[in-house]
């Protein structure tokens, strides 16, 4: 899977507060993403260590989103990528944009 592809997922979603709000390893394989809950949280980790994005708060194999907002870099990060924005919006599912 594409490592890009996943981190601007998790960004772009983060920003809009939807998808993965209160996601755990229980219930992430219902969303169909086409990667799997350990590239998930690896990717988030990634975001959080590198500095787009802050902590989300973990409890019992889950992450809550609500606790989590990007920085400045990952606003930046979402901005210099709108290609990847202009696809991510036209495409019917996410699912679908990351096989792309």
Known sequence: MNKEKIR???LRETENG???KNVSG????????GFSWEEFVN?????VR???LTRPLYADNTIYYYHSTL??????YLQENQWYSKAYRTAKEI????SL
């Open 26 to 33: 229980n219930n992430f394989n219902e969303l169909e993403l």
């Open 18 to 20: 939807t998808l993965f």
């Open 71 to 76: 920085t400045e870099k990952g606003e930046n």
């Open 8 to 10: 601007f997922v998790i």
């Open 43 to 47: 990717q988030v980790g990634f975001l």
């Open 95 to 98: 699912k679908g944009w990351l």
């Open 50 to 52: 590198e500095g787009y």
